[in-house]
DNA sequence: ACGCTAATTAGCGAAATGACTAATTAGAGT
DNA sequence: ACTCTAATTAGTCATTTCGCTAATTAGCGT
């Protein structure tokens, strides 16, 4: 939970693409999967950080788990490196 | 170097908390530590890890190490995380 | 050259990260 | 109940991170 865990999340390339992948719409975990070169299980614990950060929302579909991107946290983000940069707080 | 670098280094909350008290103007790597509970070898590393991301740059002034923050960098973090929310570029 | 202050770099240890394979859980279908 | 597929969790290992203290580098003043 906090900024810190979104911060933490956003930090590696491949939880950054998954975001990217999400933004289009959702996606099932085997679906993302196509997309990486990485094992399932290992892609797994990434989709366990961004859970984690609340930067995706899954939905159980049958045997499929469909994770949804979460743009308010993605927002809270954004605010928060603005508040680095501008001089609104 | 690249966008992954100034991922990595916006992911710790000292490295944040140290943009935040560059954005009101430069200042020497002593006068940093005073806002922090840890060694300065430590936030030493902090800032070497900053500048490594360019999120920061440093100037010498005597026996001085003035750093300044870099908003160019902010501004290509914050349009990486934009890019993942919204549709443009 | 010496000493003083500012700051970084070196070296070390504990804990976290990120990759893998193997094992487990969950649901759908027969 | 059994089996198949989807996905996660458990266990292991190598590497990185981040904290510390000790040692080094850089500049200023005497």
Redesign the interface.
């Known amino acids: 939970m906090g900024i ?1 865990t979104v ?2 999340a ?2 590696h ?1 491949v939880r ?1 693409k998954v ?2 992948l999400l ?1 289009a719409g959702p996606l099932s975990a085997g679906d993302l999967a196509t997309h990486f070169d990485i094992s399932r299980p290992t892609l797994s614990v990434h989709f366990a950080k961004l859970r984690e950060a609340d930067l995706v929302v899954v939905e159980r579909q049958g045997t499929s788990l469909i994770y949804h ?1 979460n ?1 308010s946290i ?2 809270a ?2 605010a ?6 501008d001089d609104e707080e």
Do not use: I, Q, V
Request: no cysteine.
């Open positions: 810190n911060f933490e956003l930090s390339p950054r975001l990217a933004k991107l743009a993605l927002e983000a954004l928060s490196l603005l508040s680095l940069k």
